[in-house]
């Protein structure tokens, strides 16, 4: 839903669809107005819709979002579809994949991919403590939380982990790794969109060129996938190439994804060595 479909759908109570159907039979009592009107007076102060309402979609799902924790996008949808779709392919299908989602933030990637892949294993971590109480919730309100684990935790430490126990390390090992990280060059943030300035910078800021956390997780990463596992990324424009150079040896790439507005943004890398 755009903006506006968000805040009127909000107002009428009724779904995208009765909108454009019902709504000029809908009348608005004297409490809906006063609320719409605080709606625009944050809206002019530059607080992101989502915030005002405290929730968004995604993938169809009514998720929970507050301060503290990055909005999901819409783009990100194609992730979730690209992972959905790997999980599914006859070659890949296992029973029970076991999916290792990086800033999990809302939740919105895991709890999605719970909802709509066949039987999955789930780890979601996020270093802010404030997005792994939001996922948690989240999950919960789409019974998927007896399907995800949530841990407050950094990549490297669940690499560390993983990796101190030599036995039976393929069964400590992922089919799937996803992640939107901050991909978002310093000098960026707030540019395009101003919205994004009510956003915590820690899910955005990629660094000076934007790459930092790619840069970071390049070298452990391939140890937490089985071989011919897939490491589905979020990458923002301009940034198609230099994640090639990054993950140049041990991957390969299958796949750059378009999003809506034709903008390279999903990698879907293939782990073709063990370790
Ligand atoms: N797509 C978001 C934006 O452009 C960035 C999300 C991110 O850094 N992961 O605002």
Not at 84 to 112: F, H, M, V, W, Y
Not at 255 to 268: A, H, L, M, S, W
Request: charged share 30%; net charge positive; aromatic share 8%.
């Amino acid at each position: 839903m755009n903006e506006l479909e968000l805040i009127l759908t909000d107002t009428f109570h009724c779904s995208r669809a009765n909108l454009y159907l019902n709504s000029p039979s809908i009348l608005l009592k004297d409490k809906d107005w006063k609320r719409l009107d605080k709606i625009f007076k944050d809206r002019g102060r530059q607080v992101p819709v989502q915030y005002i309402l405290g929730y968004t979609e995604f993938m169809g799902l009514r998720l929970k979002v507050r301060k503290g924790v990055l909005i999901p996008r819409p783009d990100t949808e194609i992730l979730v579809e690209a992972a959905i779709e790997k999980l599914q392919e006859p070659k890949n299908r296992k029973k029970k994949p076991k999916i290792l989602d990086i800033g999990t933030g809302s939740g919105c990637i895991a709890i999605s991919l719970a909802k709509f892949s066949q039987d999955t294993d789930i780890l979601a971590i996020d270093i802010s403590a404030q997005a792994i109480k939001l996922a948690a919730e989240n999950a919960k309100l789409h019974n998927v939380e007896s399907r995800i684990s949530f841990l407050e935790t950094d990549i490297f430490s669940v690499i560390k982990d993983r990796m101190s126990n030599v036995d039976n390390i393929s069964d400590r090992k992922f089919d799937v790794i996803v992640c939107n990280p901050p991909y978002v060059s310093t000098s960026e943030i707030g540019v395009f969109d101003r919205d994004t300035l009510s956003e915590p910078r820690l899910a955005l800021d990629g660094g000076s060129d934007g790459f930092d956390f790619y840069r970071s997780i390049n070298k452990g990463i391939g140890k937490l996938l089985k071989k011919d596992g897939f490491l589905i990324m979020e990458i923002g424009y301009n940034q198609a190439e230099g994640i090639k150079n990054i993950f140049s040896y041990g991957w390969a790439i299958e796949e750059i994804r378009k999003d809506y507005q034709g903008i390279e943004r999903v990698c879907i890398m293939k782990r073709i060595t063990n370790g």
